[in-house]
T-cell receptor
């Protein structure tokens, strides 16, 4: 059973471009979470999705950021018109439905650099 | 409130015990977690503890929980150079059939020979 797969591992964008980060959860996992880690800081929750639904987006910036988890395919975190402050590591985690505790398994992250 | 605090650095000698401390603020947290992050990598779950427990032992790892003081600690016995990493504690907030984690700032553990 492969772990949580994130791609790309590294992404370089110029200011104003769009960034698309992909996350394939572990097999059988229908819950996906996105976190952001700024340099020298801990991870901050962004959004929690289940298939085709956003459950909790309380940590998402109000503008430029969006996330989806379609019925088929990976979850996508999309950042439009990137700015230098978006440079960070973005981690995706997944968990299976109904299992308590809700253990989150993390991917290796996508490191976004905005020039 | 959702604030988790940890000391930033800890240095120990190989073979000694390491104790990493964490304080949290959300008394409704059901489970608390410890994760390990090595350079350039994702987070690896080390262990977790249910909030009704005060201790959990798993091989070289011992978790102590003082719910009254909202204090959590991770003890690593016989610390090895491979234990050098950043350690994060996290509390969970239940939401919509799942949870979201609030992480501490991380404690960088350095193991010296």
């Amino acid at each position: 059973n492969a772990g949580v797969m994130q791609n790309p591992r590294h992404l370089v964008r110029r200011r104003g471009q769009e960034a698309r980060l992909r996350c394939s959860p572990m097999k059988g996992h229908s819950h996906v979470y996105w976190y952001r880690q700024l340099p020298e800081e801990g991870l901050k929750f962004m959004v929690y999705l289940q298939k085709e639904n956003i459950i909790d987006e309380s940590g998402m910036p109000k503008e430029r950021f969006s996330a989806e988890f379609p019925k088929e395919g990976p979850s996508i975190l999309r950042i439009q018109q990137v700015v230098r402050g978006d440079s960070a590591a973005y981690f995706c985690a997944s968990s299976p439905p109904g299992a308590i505790p809700y253990i989150q398994y993390f991917g290796a992250g996508t490191r976004l650099s905005v020039l | 409130g959702e604030d988790v605090e940890q000391s930033l650095f800890l240095s120990v000698r190989e073979g000694d015990s390491s104790v990493i401390n964490c304080t949290y603020t959300d008394s409704s947290s059901t489970y608390l977690y410890w994760y390990k992050q090595e350079p350039g990598a994702g987070l690896q779950l080390l262990t977790y503890i249910f909030s009704n427990m005060d201790m959990k032992q798993d091989q070289r790892l011992t978790v102590l929980l003082n719910k009254k003081d909202k204090h959590l600690s991770l003890r690593i016995a016989d610390t090895q150079t491979g234990d050098s990493a950043i350690y994060f504690c996290a509390e969970e907030i239940l939401t919509g059939g799942g949870n979201k984690l609030t992480f501490g700032t991380g404690t960088q553990l350095k193991v010296e020979l």
